[in-house]
């Protein structure tokens, strides 16, 4: 079953202690959570690989961390909004996600290949009220992104079986029957987690956001809404680290496609018949000249504004 909603405050993640290699039989011989210890390591040796073999993969935007971008107070390279972003310590970031259940927090597996200033970032994230994280990261796209357009799978829920039938991983009704979860026509993600961790870095710089964030919350105060050019927080090239499916339409139409998928994910959810035909999506081709969107609201006990949501949006047609 989903997480029920753990709002004002993450649960903090259960997991072991780093096992020794004389402790590692075989991550498949391994049970429960000795199990996600040795997968944490195995990720962590591909990482140590990565910094010792110029030819082995890295994650792209990591070579872009030291290049200087336009600020607010004058150009700087984003290592150091990485750095100077208010959280956790570098050790309180390493000890979370080390004792970090992958199996449950899915969304942390691209930050154990991130750099270390990322990774302090992306755990300061996972320890807040937002859901860009769990829902916009390099966890949620490819695959994850294109059965959250067409299935409504959520990213999020870490049961197949769940996020199969569609259930939200926080939403449960009165009933305490997960709800359906909701996207609209398109599931887009920061793919890259030095990229995503640089974005939210620099949102949280930037002039527009930070009019927001330093406001005092009003009790009539809702969410508020800001976009900024792709290329303003990431550089040029930034745009090469957002991924994202669009749901096809139907005779033309977004919105008929989007009712056809709500009634076939309900007769999926139901068991029942439907005249309903399965979704399809495309792969959106580009990003260049797209946005970033900041959702940013008071946080549950009102106490001051958070970023709860961050995504690209392609450019519009």
Not at 33 to 48: F, G, L, P, Q
Request: hydrophobic residues 35%; glycine residues 8%; contains cysteine.
């Amino acid at each position: 079953m989903p997480h029920a909603e753990r709002r004002g405050g993450m649960e903090q993640p259960r997991g072991p202690e780093r096992l020794g290699p004389e402790q590692l039989p075989g991550a498949e011989r391994l049970p429960g959570a000795d199990r996600y210890a040795a997968e944490r390591r195995e990720i962590r040796a591909a990482m140590d690989r990565a910094a010792r073999d110029p030819a082995f993969a890295q994650p792209p935007y990591r070579q872009s961390l030291d290049r200087e971008l336009p600020g607010p107070d004058g150009p700087r390279p984003p290592r150091e909004s990485l750095r100077e972003m208010p959280g956790l310590s570098t050790e309180a970031a390493e000890r979370h996600l080390n004792a970090a259940d992958l199996a449950e927090r899915p969304w942390l597996r691209p930050a154990m290949v991130a750099s270390e200033d990322a990774r302090r970032v992306i755990a300061t994230v996972d320890q807040g009220e937002g859901h860009h994280l769990r829902r916009h990261e390099g966890a949620a796209s490819g695959d994850a992104a294109r059965e959250r357009v067409e299935r409504l799978c959520d990213p999020a829920n870490p049961d197949a079986v769940s996020r199969g039938r569609a259930d939200d991983a926080f939403k449960v009704g009165a009933d305490g029957v997960p709800r359906r979860h909701v996207c609209r026509d398109e599931a887009t993600a920061i793919s890259d987690p030095d990229a995503f961790a640089t974005a939210v870095a620099r949102a949280m710089e930037h002039p527009d956001v930070r009019k927001v964030l330093d406001r005092t919350v009003q009790p009539e105060d809702k969410r508020r809404e800001v976009e900024i050019p792709i290329n303003e927080l990431l550089g040029p090239k930034g745009h090469e680290s957002c991924a994202g499916y669009r749901l096809i339409p139907i005779d033309g139409s977004i919105y008929k496609a989007m009712d056809n998928r709500a009634a076939w994910v309900k007769a999926q959810r139901d068991g029942a018949p439907t005249d309903a035909v399965e979704p399809t999506s495309s792969k959106i081709d580009t990003f260049e000249g797209g946005t970033i969107k900041i959702l940013i609201q008071p946080r549950d006990d009102r106490s001051r504004y958070e970023i709860m949501n961050l995504f690209p949006k392609p450019p519009k047609n």
